[in-house]
């Protein structure tokens, strides 16, 4: 069964941190590119961060480099993002994705990744 389940989403002032976590089915965490995408009504998902399996590399929207980190536990099939001085335009609903298409990971395309988590929301206040 193909699971994902977000959670560490919140309120938080600007330059504050969350620590978001994805807890992944086995199935669908080994051997796939983790990644994280954000979106806010009217506009397209955007990439914000993906993680190569095996911790391998990892990659970076312009907008979070710097700020932003993801990591992974693999004995927990479970991805992080770390976000660190947030701003009031990181304010979105974050979901959790995985994709076989390891080659295609930093590319952060939406369409590269096929199981993704129901979101949980970031609201980041001036």
């Known amino acids: 069964q193909v699971q994902l389940v977000e959670s560490g989403g919140g309120s938080v002032q600007a330059g504050g941190s969350l620590r978001l976590s994805c807890v992944a089915s086995?199935?669908?965490?080994?051997?796939?590119?983790m990644a994280w995408f954000r979106q806010t009504p009217g506009k397209e998902r955007e990439g914000v961060a993906s993680?190569?399996?095996?911790?391998?590399?990892?990659n970076y929207a312009d907008s979070v480099k710097g700020r932003f980190t993801i990591s992974q536990d693999n004995a927990k099939n479970t991805v992080f993002l770390l976000m660190s001085n947030l701003k009031p335009e990181d304010t979105a609903m974050y979901y959790c994705?995985?994709?076989?298409?390891?080659?295609?990971?930093?590319?952060?395309?939406?369409?590269?990744?096929?199981?993704w988590g129901q979101g949980t929301q970031v609201t980041v206040s001036a």
């Open positions: 994705a995985a994709s076989r298409r390891v080659p295609s990971c930093g590319r952060l395309q939406d369409l590269d990744f096929t199981y």
């Open positions: 086995a199935n669908t965490y080994l051997g796939s590119c």
């Open positions: 993680i190569q399996p095996g911790g391998g590399s990892s």
